[in-house]
């Protein structure tokens, strides 16, 4: 089930990057499949619809599963589905990956807050971005009230407990 809907995910993507490929000398678009960019695009595109699918899932402290998740069992889930080991914290996580300013955040990027203290600078929840917005980001993450959903940035009490973005190396 997962290799199919990789498979339409990946198709899918090729249609939409269609009008951007690259032409030979007859004008005809030729893509690279193979290249990094294209594999990256489209394993994040596939990372989105495993992670909006468990949208509406509860919280849970330790969770790990569509039973419940807390926000490193959330991300965890959605990332071992394409054998992407990540480790189960979130300060634990935020080791890993190339820092990303705020403004050069993207789609897959994981982006870090603290815990429930506004100010603090130690890691506590993690959200993984899945819209670029003109002033900041949209984030699915399990919340502690809501459990898994979209949220944005400029919520208030995200923008006041966010530390920093990370993107990790995800295909060589």
Do not use: W
């Amino acid at each position: 089930m997962q290799t199919l809907l990789f498979t339409l995910v990946f198709n899918m993507v090729g249609l939409n990057f269609y009008a951007d490929g690259v032409k030979n000398n007859d004008e005809t678009p030729v893509f690279d499949y193979t290249s990094v960019e294209m594999r990256r695009d489209c394993l994040i595109d596939s990372l989105m619809v495993r992670a909006t699918d468990c949208i509406g899932t509860r919280y849970s402290y330790g969770g790990t599963s569509k039973s419940g998740f807390d926000c490193s069992g959330f991300v965890n889930y959605v990332y071992s589905a394409f054998d992407i080991s990540l480790p189960r914290s979130s300060s634990e996580i935020a080791k890993l990956g190339t820092k990303v300013e705020l403004n050069d955040l993207a789609p897959g990027d994981l982006v870090f807050f603290n815990g429930r203290r506004a100010g603090g600078s130690q890691v506590g929840h993690v959200g993984m971005v899945v819209e670029k917005t003109a002033t900041g980001f949209k984030m699915i993450h399990a919340s502690v009230s809501k459990g898994v959903r979209i949220d944005n940035y400029h919520d208030a009490y995200y923008k006041s407990r966010f530390l920093f973005g990370k993107r990790l190396e995800l295909v060589k």
